[in-house]
């Protein structure tokens, strides 16, 4: 039976509702716990960041609004989660952590604390190289950071793209970086004019190295999360529904795992990865994508695959009031972290307010309340 999660105020019409139904199956949780993880997952649709953890090997959700929720980035002390025109920043706070009375209901924190004005640029996935949050730009079809009075500072385009212009030339999307510093991205097409990569999106998907601007592989239909783990290169075949390893000497792909949704975000723990999956609209966005045969079967979540055997071994699916995942993060610090978002109170939480303990003005040393 589907389980509700809440009925959560939506980002776009705050008078409105949403339920959200989840079901799980296999060892989701121990899988979960096992590991010491949570899972962060956003959902431009729904326009919520949701957090999967667990305690006492039960699951732990909860839903935050974040407009338009797109790439999510972590970093040691902080999480960056990019949206419809602006890059909000959460920050770790452990002090409060170490305040709460036992058996603690949460064992991390984040606050917003910030955002970034970028207006609309179409920002897909992010990663923090060091101290410096990369981004997708996609419909600039560049890699930029941030920086104060900027809305954004170009710092790399593919070879192909002559000029930086708001017309989501190729659609640019993923990110992959080694050694902090970009590795690889993913592209719909190499392509230079506006929305060029829409008639041909469903063969014309393209791995590229950063370093050399050379595509290492094509062929993809609508690519999507190119990673490095254990050594070997990684990206979703979004269109077909996998996960495939590429040979970046050949630019050959080799299939991992197929899945039954539009793959999309992707992480690993320990040998496991976790990929999410998405149903797909009735828009000409997805028109003559081969996942598009099999659209009534289609499911949203996030499955878990271990990478020694390529096997399904478990999943959560929503089987309401989200459609579409575009990001999937693990959070390496805790098991069930409280999140705190801008929209913390108006969706019936309580406010946090933290401060430096004022101990000289004879205040109490308290510092949050």
């Not at 064992?107 to 917003?112: F, I, S, V």
């Not at 828009?283 to 271990?306: H, M, N, Q, W, Y």
């Amino acid at each position: 039976m589907a389980k509700p999660l809440s009925q959560d105020a939506s980002s776009s019409r705050p008078n409105s509702y949403r339920e959200v139904r989840y079901e799980h199956a296999g060892a989701f949780q121990e899988i979960l716990g096992s590991q010491g993880v949570s899972l962060l997952v956003s959902t431009y649709q729904a326009g919520k960041l949701v957090v999967i953890g667990c305690q006492d090997n039960q699951l732990a959700l909860s839903l935050h609004n974040f407009d338009q929720a797109m790439g999510v980035a972590i970093h040691p002390s902080r999480i960056a989660i990019g949206g419809r025109s602006q890059i909000w920043t959460l920050e770790a706070t452990p002090d409060i952590v170490r305040q709460w009375p036992q058996p603690a209901p949460h064992d991390a924190c984040y606050l917003t604390r910030s955002s970034f004005f970028t207006d609309e640029i179409h920002s897909h996935e992010m990663q923090w190289c060091g101290e410096e949050l990369w981004v997708v730009n996609t419909r600039f079809s560049c890699l930029c950071t941030l920086k104060s009075p900027y809305s954004f500072v170009p710092q790399w385009r593919p070879k192909f793209i002559s000029q930086l212009a708001p017309e989501d030339r190729c659609h640019l999307n993923g990110l992959c970086i080694e050694n902090n510093r970009p590795k690889y991205v993913t592209a719909m097409a190499e392509t230079d004019v506006a929305g060029g990569w829409r008639p041909s999106k469903a063969t014309s998907g393209c791995l590229i190295d950063v370093a050399s601007r050379e595509t290492i592989a094509g062929g993809f239909a609508m690519p999507h999360s190119p990673r490095i783990y254990d050594g070997h290169v990684l990206a979703l075949d979004s269109g077909r529904g996998r996960m495939v390893v590429v040979d970046p000497a050949s630019g050959n792909l080799q299939t991992v795992c197929a899945q039954p949704g539009y793959t999309r975000g992707l992480d690993f723990a320990g040998p496991y990865a976790f990929i999410g999956l998405s149903r797909i609209r009735e828009t000409s966005t997805f028109g003559g994508v081969p996942i598009a045969e099999r659209r009534e079967s289609l499911k949203c979540g996030v499955a878990i695959v271990d990478m020694r055997t390529g096997k399904h071994c478990a999943h959560f699916e929503f089987v309401s009031g989200v459609e579409e995942i575009f990001d999937v993060r693990v959070l390496r610090t805790a098991t069930n972290p409280l999140l705190a978002g801008p929209n913390r109170v108006s969706e019936g939480g309580e406010a946090i307010w933290y401060a430096p303990p004022q101990k000289k003005s004879g205040l109490p040393s308290a510092t949050h309340w």
